[in-house]
């Protein structure tokens, strides 16, 4: 027997036994006291019980079972067996291919059912020690706005959640290199960040400032002091990396090396490259970061948490959600590591931060805080307006403090229901083949971007080349041209034809006439189109590049209708036709609207405004003609003009 989906299982039956057998079999044990993987098939399936019982898990559905039982899994349908007795639960399981019955079952679960009613969007804060470049906005932030916006246009609940991280290491050492004080940093660069947010259209319904809030600090101390009394946090003396010179106890942003996993070169406590934790006295070749010089030990007493103590229940949250594949596969290898799960220091012997305990200058680990900070929000969420689902933004180099840290801070601190129901990770966008370097000045400032090409211009660029399970990349005279995209291009000029339409109908949509074989297929073509753009934004499944191109294909597909039509309209017998033909390109702006508005949110609302349509526009799974009549001015959809064209006439952005 082999050992596959956490069960043992044995081959028995199938066609390549016997020529015609329609079907596949295969003996099965689920040992007791354990769960089989959570899985789904596209083929049908029955488990025929042999011996013991066990619940069998069918979506939301739980079936017991025993000797003689049978049960069906329908294709898509994602079940487990769960086997809470002494004793093994043995089955066979016969299963067949039957396409059309896999294809119906596809039809029951259209994508936007799988969305939820009420969700939270969340995002790893920017730290607030300098402004945001474009490496910035393209991870985390553009993209979970447009979650957000894709969920609002099917008429659901979505809140925003991000805010700056205040407390962070990077703000102190900010701050002592501009001989200032970390207060003054976090706020005047917290203040910038926030404001570049809003240039790019990225709403936030909840957005804390720790600085700015007495409040914040008093909750977090509240859920540190329930952590804290878990018998897995221990107050501990350990070495710890440390600058005599500079007088500075060396972690995270005042520590720099390499990294004792992959050699790559790293701050304090965790690595950009491999996503691995650390503490920072294991870097090799460490030095602080603010005098260069080597690094030293002394012993430091603090409280650590032993992470390893929810490993189970670590195990068991991952099994539940869902999370991106490099995500996974960290914590999983962080999981199986020789000793588990590495303990983590919770305080921090530092100025900066929230203060701890009765000695002075002991603080909360800042990335303790900030986990937390989500876990305060999400509680703050479902007091004041509900339950939501949420789903979690961040970088892979954030993996560790999200999907290990957090879990366990939420479990030490009885706060396990408010955790994420997934990740969605990025990696990093470069530019020029290298990664932004804000001290060597290899960057382009959002800001500077925004100015110059508009929000549109800048999200779609960002979301074409969103660094989604790999490392993308833009180049300098790419940055400079964003304006010139195919399809913030050929959008506008579509749009720009609409002027002709409205000529031919006197400035108002007509209603339908006589429809063609081709008016049929492209009105699918919206409906079937719609149903994709949906689909990518499933948290499972959600990809911004996918939804860029897919928005591309739109464009040219409405193009070619407008070709088509041209034609059809110079025939004087198929006038009934051609009202159909404008009703139907009317009705594809309408659509462009809804679709859009999560990647290009101004050009979005003026054409769903244009249209005669209220509030933000809306995306139906069946797409409603507009009413017939409707007056439509002349468009104005010409494309932004920048600030830099302003300035200087003739010159292209």
């Not at 002494?86 to 079952?105: G, H, K, L, N």
Request: include cysteine.
């Amino acid at each position: 027997m082999n050992w596959s989906y956490e069960m043992h299982l044995q081959p028995m039956l199938s066609e390549a036994d016997i020529k015609g057998l329609p079907f596949g079999s295969v003996f099965g044990s689920v040992p007791a006291r354990s769960v089989s993987k959570r899985h789904a098939h596209h083929d049908g399936e029955m488990f025929i019980a042999l011996s013991g019982r066990a619940v069998v898990v069918l979506g939301e559905e739980e079936r017991e079972l025993g000797p003689g039982e049978v049960v069906y899994l329908s294709p898509f349908t994602f079940h487990e067996i769960r086997n809470e007795s002494d004793e093994p639960f043995d089955i066979v399981s016969v299963y067949w291919d039957d396409i059309p019955a896999a294809v119906e079952a596809l039809d029951r679960i259209p994508p936007r059912s799988l969305l939820p009613e009420r969700a939270l969007v969340a995002c790893t804060p920017p730290t607030p020690n300098g402004g945001l470049h474009l490496g910035h906005l393209a991870g985390p932030y553009i993209r979970a706005d447009m979650l957000v916006r894709g969920l609002r246009s099917m008429g659901r609940d979505a809140r925003h959640v991000t805010g700056t991280d205040d407390h962070q290491s990077y703000v102190a050492v900010a701050a002592r290199i501009g001989s200032t004080t970390p207060g003054e940093v976090a706020t005047a660069e917290g203040d910038s960040i926030v404001a570049t947010l809003q240039a790019a259209e990225i709403g936030c319904d909840r957005l804390t400032r720790p600085l700015a809030s007495q409040e914040h600090a008093d909750r977090i101390g509240q859920l540190f002091t329930r952590v804290v009394a878990s018998p897995a946090v221990r107050e501990e003396e350990h070495e710890t990396a440390y600058c005599s010179g500079c007088d500075v106890s060396l972690h995270q942003a005042f520590a720099r090396g390499r990294c004792p996993h992959c050699a790559a070169a790293c701050d304090g406590e965790i690595c950009e490259a491999c996503g691995r934790p650390n503490e920072a006295r294991e870097l090799a070749d460490l030095t602080c970061r603010l005098c260069g010089e080597p690094a030293t030990t002394r012993s430091e007493r603090a409280l650590w948490l032993d992470m390893q103590a929810y490993a189970d229940e670590l195990r068991a949250y991952m099994a539940r959600i869902h999370a991106g594949h490099d995500l996974r596969s960290l914590v999983e290898t962080l999981l199986d590591a020789p000793g588990g799960l590495p303990p983590y220091r919770l305080t921090r012997t530092t100025d900066w931060g929230i203060a701890w305990g009765d000695d002075a200058g002991q603080a909360i680990d800042a990335w303790a805080e900030l986990t937390m900070t989500f876990l305060d929000a999400s509680v703050a969420e479902t007091e004041t307006v509900g339950p939501a689902k949420a789903t979690f933004f961040l970088g892979f180099d954030n993996s560790f403090y999200y999907a290990v840290l957090m879990p366990v801070l939420a479990f030490a601190g009885g706060v396990a229901d408010h955790l994420p129901s997934g990740f969605v990770t990025n990696r990093f966008l470069h530019l020029d083949g290298e990664k932004f370097s804000t001290s060597r000045g290899h960057a382009v400032w959002a800001d500077d971007a925004l100015a110059a090409a508009g929000p549109d211009a800048v999200r779609l660029a960002l979301l074409r080349h969103a660094p989604e399970g790999r490392v993308s990349g833009i180049s300098q005279e790419g940055a400079d041209r964003f304006g010139d995209d195919p399809l913030y291009r050929e959008a506008h000029d579509w749009l720009a034809g609409f002027s002709g339409l409205l000529e031919k109908s006197g400035g108002c949509v007509p209603g339908t006439g006589a429809w063609t074989v081709a008016h049929r297929e492209f009105y699918r073509f919206l409906n079937s189109l719609t149903q994709q753009l949906d689909g990518l934004l499933v948290p499972e499944s959600f990809s911004a590049r996918g939804y860029v191109r897919l928005l591309d294909s739109f464009v040219g597909r409405v193009a070619e209708f407008r070709a088509d039509e041209e034609t059809l309209r110079q025939v004087p017998s198929m006038a009934e036709e051609a009202r159909t033909g404008i009703a139907l390109e009317h009705l594809a702006a309408k659509a462009f609207a809804g679709l859009a508005w999560p990647v290009m949110p101004d050009l979005a609302q003026r054409v769903w405004e244009w249209l005669g349509l209220s509030g933000q526009p809306r995306r139906e799974a069946q797409w409603s003609f507009l009413q017939a009549g409707t007056m439509c001015a002349n468009p104005d959809f010409g494309r932004r003009v920048s600030d830099r064209e302003k300035s200087v006439p003739g010159e292209r952005p």
